[in-house]
């Protein structure tokens, strides 16, 4: 057996002990109720002028803050899409393996009024997270905070977050997005799994929702056109 074929098996153990520890359970409760503080009231944003002109040049910005036991982030970018629009990508929440590397199961689970609590699995070589989030989506204001269903054992040991969107002022059609997330990680994740949620997570949301949203725009102006088009010449 070559010294490569060695470490790979070796690295595949490693991968199922591991995967073997982390088993999310809709049967049991996690073992806490929080440890994050959760956003209740969202905080009117922070922008300097040099970060307004970030947003102006199509830039996004970001700010992180990673430890040991997790990270905390924050992005804010703009988005060529009307804040319903963007709003409805945010709340597909079926969706989500479709266009997020690495989301490869979600669940909604239970809907009551503004409370949603969906079920997500993240995969990647071979190993797999599930966590449980109950989000409470405020739609008519486009604004939502979430936490852990503590209801439920997550295989992280918390999540807190939330996200904002509001119309650009003097550009119609054009949204802001504030994305806030702050993770606690539970017990040992290989590199690539701590990557995804700590560090791609942030990246991540400022480019699938820009995506998304502004091609569901598009499809909707081009649904609108449609129906208002003019009847073709000679038609009755």
């Given at each position: 057996?070559?010294?490569?074929?060695?470490?790979?098996?070796?690295?595949?153990?490693?991968?199922?002990l591991a995967?073997?520890?982390?088993?999310?359970?809709?049967?049991?409760?996690?073992?806490?109720?929080?440890?994050?503080?959760?956003?209740?009231?969202l905080?009117?944003?922070?922008?300097?002028p040099?970060?307004?002109?970030?947003?102006?040049?199509?830039?996004?910005?970001?700010?992180?803050?990673?430890?040991?036991?997790?990270?905390?982030?924050l992005a804010?970018?703009?988005?060529?899409?009307?804040?319903?629009?963007?709003?409805?990508?945010i709340?597909?929440?079926?969706?989500?393996?479709?266009?997020?590397?690495?989301?490869?199961?979600?669940?909604?689970?239970?809907?009551?009024?503004?409370?949603?609590?969906?079920?997500?699995?993240?995969?990647?070589?071979?190993?797999?997270?599930?966590?449980?989030?109950?989000?409470?989506?405020?739609?008519?204001?486009?604004?939502g905070?979430?936490?852990?269903?503590?209801?439920?054992?997550?295989?992280?040991?918390?999540?807190?977050?939330?996200?904002?969107?509001?119309?650009?002022?003097?550009?119609?059609?054009?949204?802001?997005?504030?994305?806030?997330?702050?993770?606690?990680?539970?017990?040992?994740?290989?590199?690539?799994?701590r990557?995804?949620?700590v560090?791609?997570?942030?990246?991540?949301?400022?480019?699938?929702?820009?995506?998304?949203?502004?091609?569901?725009?598009?499809?909707?102006?081009?649904q609108?056109?449609?129906?208002?088009?003019?009847?073709?010449?000679?038609?009755?």
């Open positions: 057996m070559s010294p490569r074929t060695v470490f790979l098996a070796v690295s595949a153990g490693v991968l199922t995967a073997a520890a982390y088993a999310g359970s809709a049967g049991k409760p996690h073992p806490h109720q929080g440890v994050l503080k959760p956003y209740a009231q905080p009117p944003p922070k922008l300097a040099a970060d307004l002109s970030t947003l102006d040049a199509g830039r996004p910005i970001r700010r992180q803050t990673e430890g040991d036991a997790g990270g905390r982030g804010i970018f703009r988005v060529a899409a009307a804040p319903e629009t963007v709003w409805s990508v709340g597909d929440f079926p969706s989500y393996p479709k266009w997020i590397d690495n989301v490869s199961r979600t669940d909604v689970y239970k809907r009551d009024g503004e409370n949603i609590y969906v079920a997500f699995r993240l995969s990647g070589l071979g190993f797999s997270i599930d966590y449980f989030i109950h989000h409470v989506y405020h739609d008519a204001q486009q604004w905070t979430w936490t852990l269903d503590y209801s439920r054992e997550s295989d992280l040991d918390d999540s807190v977050g939330f996200w904002r969107v509001t119309p650009v002022e003097g550009k119609p059609g054009w949204s802001t997005v504030e994305y806030s997330v702050d993770v606690q990680l539970r017990g040992w994740l290989p590199g690539f799994i990557g995804i949620i560090d791609k997570g942030l990246r991540q949301a400022t480019e699938w929702v820009k995506v998304q949203a502004e091609a569901r725009q598009k499809a909707r102006a081009r609108a056109g449609a129906a208002t088009a003019p009847a073709a010449a000679g038609a009755p």
